[in-house]
Every structure is written in structure tokens, then in C-alpha cells.
């Protein structure tokens, strides 16, 4: 992709700020001394381990994965694994520890464990996201920063506008996206804003998939300032009724977030070519439970919009020509 393509992706205001926390933390990166694991079964014990958590938690992202090769396959899954226990604190707290400075508590607890500069082999996740990260050079402030994300969850419960909520979105998914970019490997901080683009849609898919299920949790990410464009508000999203308003105002909500996936695709062009497959299959897969919500008449309230296997598996072949068409440097 040339320099002059660059220059013409829309950069929106609420993405500038976005843009320089993404900066700010990749500045260093690179191979990095790993820790020293005496046993390397227990290592490889450990990545076994976080493959089955993937398998369990996010079938898109393990199907996806698999499409990667094995070593980079093994650090993504690491990656998530260590994604879905910062977020398993807060969400999953156990019984007896769940006010939020005994959350708060754990989850520092958590982040000194998972950064540490020694291998921690007592907890598997830990053992093996810190082989990955040191392995791929994934810089450390990005994880720093995905775990300020999470905690947001601890005592943020509504966002007033768009722009609050992709900060949030930041946080929690495009720091997974950037941390992934190192494992699979990239051509320079160019691919930074295809990046944030992709794990904000990739978020905003996950807040539209599960209104129903956040609001049970007594969460609501819907933009409070875009309901109200709509004239609705916090009594129609209990009542989960799905009416004119609902409709215009998700066909609004879907109709933004697709166009971040259509200006997220060209940055697939600027990874390694061995993962663009992977990374391209996560993005649209993801997409296409846009597309499920749209077919059930935007009933995220009684449902959980997704994508079966059939559905997955007859839509890869498309997704692999469009990966493979992608320009990117030569290198990569």
C-alpha cells in the first residue's frame, strides 16, 4: 500500500486521541530476553491450556486462528486467554470478593502477575502470554492499557456519547488488535489506524450482539446521546421492545460500524502475508453478525445474534480470495 493511500483513510476526531495512546505505546518494541522455562512441557502444557480456553469462549476467533501457523497461532490464543481472564475479573468475580476494591485488588494483582519479568509457572495463562509477548516483542503498555479497559467496567455502567464509548472500545478490543498485530507481524506504524479501526467495529459488534445480555448485567453501552436521536431511552431498552425507533436507530448503529470494517480491510494488505487470512476471516466472520441481527428484525433482546459453522465455513473461501488480493509491501 502506498504512502499516498495512507494519507486518504478518514481519520475522525474521536480517533485522534485513540491514535495517540496506540502511538505513545508502540513506540518500543522488538524481540525481547524470554523467561527461562526449565520444563518445556509445562510451557507447552500452558499454551494447551489457553487453546482450550479460546475453543470454549470465542469460536470465531478460534476458527480464525487456526488459519494461522502454529507458533503465531499458539501466542494469538495465549493472547486471549490472557484477554478473557482480565476480563473474567471483573466480569466473573467470585462470590464474597465482588465489591469493587476487592475487584480492583485482584485485577492488580493480575496485572503484576501477567507482566512480570519472571516466567510464572503456576498459572498457565500467565506462563504462556509472557513467552508470547516476549517472544513477538508486543509491547507491554499495549496489555497495560487493555487492563485499564476492563477496569472501566468496575464502576462504568453508561456512555454519554459516541466518542466515550470508542474510548472504552479502545481499550478493551483495539489494544487485542494492536497487541495481535505483533504476533502476526506488520509493516510499520502505517498499519496503526487500520488497527484501531478494526477493534473498535469489532467491539461495536460485540455491544450490539449483546444489548440484552449487558442490560441484565445492569450495563448499557448504547450511546446515551444517540438513543436520545431516537427518541429513546433506558425505559424502551427494558421493555426490549423492537418498534420503528429501535430500527433506525440499530440500521444507524450497523450501518457505522460496517463502514469501520470496510475502512479497517485495506490494513490487512500491511501484514505478514501468512497472517492476513487469519486476520481477514476474524474481521469478517465478525461482520456477518451484523448481518444476522439484521435478519431477525434487530431482536438482540430474546436473542444472541450469531454466525453457525455452516455459515463460517461456506463464507472462507471468499475471504481467502479477498486476503490474498490485497496489496501490501513486498516484504510482507
Known sequence: ???????????????????SLAYEAGQ?????????????????????FCEAVTAV????????????????????????????KSDDIVDRPPIGRRDPDAVRDALATWKARSLSQSADTEDPVALAWSDARRQYGIPPRYAEQLIQGVARDI??????????????CYGVAATVGLMSMHIIGFSGVEAIPYALKLGVALQLTNILRDVGEDWEDG???????????????????????????WRAFMRFQIGRTRQLYE??????????????FAIGAAAELYRAILADIEAHDYDVFSRRAHINVWG?????????????????????
Open 1 to 19: 500500500m502506498s504512502k499516498g493511500a495512507l494519507m486518504t483513510l478518514k481519520i475522525r476526531d474521536w480517533e485522534r486521541p485513540l491514535l
Open 28 to 48: 518500543v518494541y522488538g524481540p525481547q530476553p524470554r523467561p527461562k522455562v526449565e520444563d518445556r512441557k509445562t510451557l507447552d502444557l500452558a499454551y494447551d
Open 57 to 84: 469462549n470465542s469460536r470465531s476467533f478460534f476458527t480464525a486462528s487456526r488459519l494461522l501457523p502454529r507458533d503465531k497461532r499458539r501466542s494469538v490464543r495465549a493472547l486471549y486467554a490472557f484477554c478473557r
Open 155 to 168: 464502576t462504568e455502567k453508561r456512555y454519554k456519547t459516541f466518542a466515550d464509548l470508542t474510548s472504552y
Open 219 to 245: 450495563r448499557l453501552y448504547l450511546p446515551l446521546e444517540d438513543l436520545g436521536r431516537f427518541d429513546l431511552d433506558e425505559v424502551d431498552i427494558s421493555a426490549g421492545k423492537v418498534d420503528d425507533r
Open 263 to 276: 475502512e479497517a480491510w485495506p490494513g490487512i494488505g500491511l501484514l505478514h502475508a501468512d497472517g492476513r
Open 312 to 332: 463460517k465455513l461456506r463464507r472462507l473461501p471468499n475471504i481467502w480470495w479477498r486476503s490474498k488480493s490485497l496489496q501490501g509491501p513486498e516484504a510482507y
